[in-house]
């Protein structure tokens, strides 16, 4: 048997063989973790620096590319009344699909939490059910069912004695009912991570609220609520990321995929990410289009994106400290 | 308010007690639930109708019987004759990609939870910060790269680049670091294990309610993804089925039954799946929300 005490020397041998045993396997580690990193920096990485460079030059894609500065960026700016329309659309569609969708689900996690709801997982799953369809389906059902002459909604509609409404054939009316696609789709799925959220707050904090006498407002203003900001912030900067990439529901409901004109009647249904698609891949041979030209429309995406995520944590951070 | 008398309930939490409230929440709750269920019902009626009889006043609502017609007009509907080969590729892209998310994501996320490897953090947020940024942004260079690859008109663009994802590995990882402890792993080392073959046969059965979880949400994203296919296949042979699916809305004169039935085809499969496993598909989808 071997002996239990060791010399020094014997102790730092000992520490020595665990250090190189465990160098040896850490070379495992690196090859376990090695493909993210390589399949990252070709398909993710690359990608983006590449459109960078892309993005100050004149390319339709097959002739050489010519170095313009920033001219496609200075056109962008100031000539291109169709891409700021996208723009404007895109911004919209963002607002006016998120706040009710983040507000419904909020209302609906806060009573399903409550306590004494029974069913509550059937509820939960009813309201998740739309965001697993596919969008390009989802889109095709909701264009039958916004139908100007015999769709249901107009139908159901002519109950409360309103007038036909022209859903997708109006410029006023498209930004509504992509709107209102939108949130039938997405509002479940953030009400699923209001939910969580709401799950994870220890009910300790409620019940030592309770013992020092705070009623269900102070409860919900000083305790849910601060709990509650990260996963909201979660919720709005996914959902400004998400928004600015708006493509699926707005093609299948404002214009088909084979469209010269995107967008429906005065490109009121055109987001920003269909006019990038359609710049770059589709009016290759125009003037104004190519590849680099589109190139500088992510970037000015990507910017947006950025910046309404910083200014919302900023306005965020804010009220956190005047509280 | 009088109705709405506080109480408390065995854990602690408040109620409105008042049975007028009470009504009140399931009445509203009911009214979300109907208005996220309807239109899913609202498909499979008018799947089973002829355009002329869809076109009308009142509008179906209960099931018809053209549903054989419908099927066999989306079989040989005009420049698309092969419905039933998008929704193969669609399977089979869907499959090969979630299989590959799966092996990469778990031995990744294995990697970063059980070694502890000389910039492992640094690699790890970096990980979590590629998650922040926008993909599709990057939609022209990246096409640019599948060309020089010559992987247009291929489902390489769609199987190879998301195997790795940061997501997955995020959600591997948490899980692993919970459910897996180190002893599991000496006592394999100790056994003269090498360290692929305790990945393999050790800590992958044992993950599997992790890996249920991502291989439905995984799945189920490919399955329903419409932009990058659209713009990587031209032949309609390699059609996915949301590509086809937009394909045959933009011919004209499609019966809107047969298009409904086509979206049923997409859709009833995945709602299937959710129906019968949404408490991991929800739990996979809350990773990353909620510390």
Redesign the interface.
């Known amino acids: 048997m071997a002996t239990t005490t060791f010399t020094v020397a014997e102790q730092k041998a000992q520490d020595r063989r665990t250090r190189r045993k465990e160098a040896k396997r850490n070379v495992w580690a690196y090859v376990f973790v090695a493909p993210f990193f390589f399949l990252y920096s070709i398909f993710g990485l690359f990608p983006l620096v590449y459109g960078v460079w892309l993005s100050f030059h004149q390319w339709d894609g097959i002739s050489p590319m010519k170095w313009v500065g920033f001219l496609n960026y200075i056109k962008l700016f100031t000539v291109d009344d169709v891409w700021w329309q996208a723009i404007y659309n895109t911004v919209w569609l963002f607002v006016g699909a998120t706040i009710p969708q983040l507000l419904i689900a909020l209302i609906l996690a806060f009573i399903i939490n409550s306590g004494y709801i029974r069913f509550k997982d059937f509820f939960r799953a009813a309201y998740f059910m739309p965001f697993v369809a596919s969008a390009v389906a989802v889109g095709i059902l909701f264009s039958s069912l916004f139908g100007l002459q015999y769709g249901m909604f107009n139908f159901f509609l002519s109950f409360f004695g309103i007038d036909k409404i022209d859903w997708l054939g109006s410029a006023l009316w498209l930004k509504p009912s992509i709107v209102l696609v939108t949130v039938w789709q997405w509002t479940g799925y953030s009400m699923i991570i209001f939910l969580a959220g709401l799950q994870s707050i220890n009910p300790e904090l409620y019940e030592a609220a309770r013992v020092d006498g705070a009623d269900t407002n102070d409860v919900f203003w000083k305790i849910t609520m601060p709990l509650m900001r990260p996963v909201i912030l979660f919720q709005v900067v996914t959902s400004i990321i998400g928004a600015m990439q708006n493509f699926d529901i707005p093609v299948m409901l404002a214009g088909g995929t084979q469209s010269s004109a995107p967008g429906g009647t005065d490109h009121a249904g055109l987001t920003a990410m269909m006019q990038l698609y359609w710049s770059a891949f589709k009016y290759n041979t125009g003037s104004k289009s190519g590849f680099g030209y589109a190139s500088a429309m992510s970037f000015i995406l990507f910017f947006m994106i950025v910046t309404f995520s910083y200014l919302y944590n900023r306005a965020n951070g804010r009220n956190l400290t005047e509280d | 308010m009088a109705t709405t008398t506080?109480t408390?309930?065995r854990?602690?939490?408040?109620?409105?007690a008042g049975p007028v409230v009470?009504g009140f929440?399931?009445v509203?709750?009911t009214i979300?639930?109907l208005?996220?269920?309807f239109?899913?019902y609202?498909?499979l009626v008018?799947a089973t109708y002829r355009t002329v009889d869809?076109?009308?006043?009142?509008?179906p609502i209960w099931f018809g019987s053209a549903l054989m017609q419908n099927y066999n007009q989306l079989l040989e509907q005009g420049s698309l004759p092969y419905f039933w080969t998008s929704v193969y590729n669609s399977v089979a892209i869907a499959s090969v990609h979630t299989v590959a998310v799966l092996f990469?994501c778990s031995?990744?996320g294995?990697?970063?939870a059980k070694?502890?490897?000389?910039g492992?953090d640094g690699?790890f947020t970096f990980?979590l910060a590629?998650l922040?940024?926008?993909?599709?942004?990057?939609?022209?260079?990246?096409?640019?790269?599948m060309r020089a690859l010559h992987w247009i008109e291929t489902w390489y663009p769609l199987i190879?680049?998301?195997?790795?994802?940061?997501f997955g590995?995020f959600w591997m990882r948490q899980y692993i670091e919970s459910a897996i402890p180190n002893e599991m792993m000496d006592a394999a080392r100790i056994d003269g294990a090498k360290?692929?073959r305790i990945?393999w046969a050790i800590i992958l059965p044992v993950i599997a309610p992790a890996l249920g979880a991502l291989a439905i949400l995984t799945f189920?994203g490919k399955?329903?993804e419409?932009?990058f296919p659209?713009?990587i296949l031209k032949d309609q042979m390699t059609y996915t089925?949301?590509v086809a699916?937009?394909?045959l809305?933009?011919l004209r004169g499609t019966e809107?039954g047969v298009?409904?039935l086509?979206?049923?085809i997409?859709?009833v499969p995945?709602?299937t799946v959710?129906?019968s496993a949404?408490r991991q598909?929800?739990s996979g989808?809350?990773a990353?929300?909620?510390?």
């Open positions: 506080m408390r309930n854990r602690g939490r408040d109620r409105f009470m929440l399931y509203f709750l979300f639930a208005a996220s269920a239109p899913f609202y498909m008018t869809i076109l009308r006043i009142p509008p990469f031995l990744a294995y990697g970063f070694f502890r490897f000389p492992r690699m990980l590629t922040m940024v926008p993909g599709a942004l990057g939609l022209i260079p990246s096409f640019i790269v190879v680049p998301g195997m790795a994802n940061a590995i360290e692929f990945f189920m399955w329903n419409f932009q659209l713009l089925l949301p699916l937009s394909t809305r933009s809107i298009q409904i086509g979206s049923s997409a859709i995945i709602l959710f129906v949404s598909f929800m989808l809350t990353g929300a909620v510390k």
